[in-house]
C-alpha cells in the first residue's frame, strides 16, 4: 500500500529558530498533499493544501509567512514552522492523496515538535 | 466551511459489547465521509470510508451508515475488542471542490474493557 515517510519523528528547538519538517511520499506520487495540526486529545486540524508545483492554500487562522510550505516534487513537501515559539509546540501530521479522485489519504506518522 | 461534528467524546464498553458513533456535517455539497483510529502517538489509519452514492458499507465487524438527508453519518463496531481501544475521527469532503481536503470532526475516545 502508500506509504508516506515523515521527519523528523520529533525535534526540540529552542525559541526564535526554524525547524524544517519533510513529507515524502516513497511509492507513489503525490501532486496534493495536507498538513494538519494536532494538539494533544485534540483532533486534527487542517493548515494548509500543498500543491506540487504551485503555491500552498492555507486555512483561515493559518499564517503563511509563519508555516512555509514547499511542494518542489510529487513525492515531497516541507512546512517550516519559521521563528518558532512555544505556542507552536503540536503534532503536526502531514497526508498525501493517492491518486487523482480517489479521496484517499495516506498519513504520515507525524513530528512531535516541541518549542523550549 | 464545511463543520464536522462528533459524539461522544468518550465512550466506554465492554468487550463484546457494540459500539456506535455519530456525526453531523453541515455541508450537502460533502460526498466523502472516511473514518480514522488513531492510537497514542500514532498516526491516523483509515479503517472505513463511504461515498455519497451510498447508504451502508460493512467490512467484517465494522460498518458506516450515511443519511444525506440528514447530514449524518455513523460508524458501528460490533463485538468489540480491546484492541479497538483507540481513538476514532469522522471526517468529511467535498471531493474536487476543496482539493479533497478532510475536515475532522473531535474525535471519539473508545475505551473497551475486558
Known amino acids: 500500500g502508500a506509504v508516506v515517510s515523515q521527519h523528523p519523528s520529533w525535534v526540540i528547538c529552542k525559541s526564535g529558530t526554524s525547524v524544517k519538517i519533510e513529507c515524502r511520499s516513497l511509492d507513489f506520487q503525490a501532486t496534493t498533499m495536507f498538513w494538519y495540526r494536532q494538539f494533544p486529545k485534540q483532533s486534527l486540524m487542517l493548515m494548509a493544501t500543498s500543491n506540487e508545483g504551485s503555491k500552498a492554500t492555507y486555512e483561515q487562522g493559518v499564517e503563511k509567512d509563519k508555516f512555509l510550505i514547499n511542494h518542489a516534487s510529487l513525492t515531497l513537501s516541507t512546512l517550516t514552522v519559521t521563528s518558532a515559539h512555544p505556542e507552536d509546540s503540536s503534532f503536526y501530521i502531514c497526508?498525501?492523496?493517492?491518486?487523482?479522485?480517489?479521496?484517499?489519504?495516506?498519513f504520515g506518522a507525524g513530528s512531535r515538535l516541541t518549542v523550549l | 466551511g464545511e463543520n464536522v461534528e462528533q459524539h461522544p467524546s468518550t465512550l466506554s464498553v465492554q468487550e463484546g459489547d457494540s459500539a456506535v458513533i455519530k456525526c453531523t456535517y453541515s455541508d450537502s455539497a460533502s460526498n466523502y465521509f472516511p473514518w480514522y483510529k488513531q492510537e497514542l502517538g500514532k498516526r491516523p489509519q483509515l479503517i472505513i470510508d463511504?461515498?455519497?452514492?451510498?447508504g451502508e458499507k460493512k467490512d467484517q465487524r465494522i460498518a458506516v451508515t450515511l443519511n444525506k438527508t440528514a447530514k449524518h453519518f455513523s460508524l458501528h463496531i460490533t463485538e468489540t475488542q480491546p484492541e479497538d481501544s483507540a481513538v476514532y475521527f469522522c471526517?468529511?469532503?467535498?471531493?474536487?471542490?476543496?482539493?479533497?481536503?478532510?475536515?475532522f470532526g473531535k474525535g471519539t475516545s473508545l475505551l473497551v474493557t475486558p
Open positions: 471526517a468529511a469532503s467535498k471531493g474536487t471542490n476543496s482539493g479533497y481536503a478532510l475536515n
Open positions: 463511504i461515498r455519497s452514492n451510498v
Open positions: 497526508s498525501a492523496l493517492e491518486g487523482t479522485g480517489a479521496n484517499v489519504l495516506t
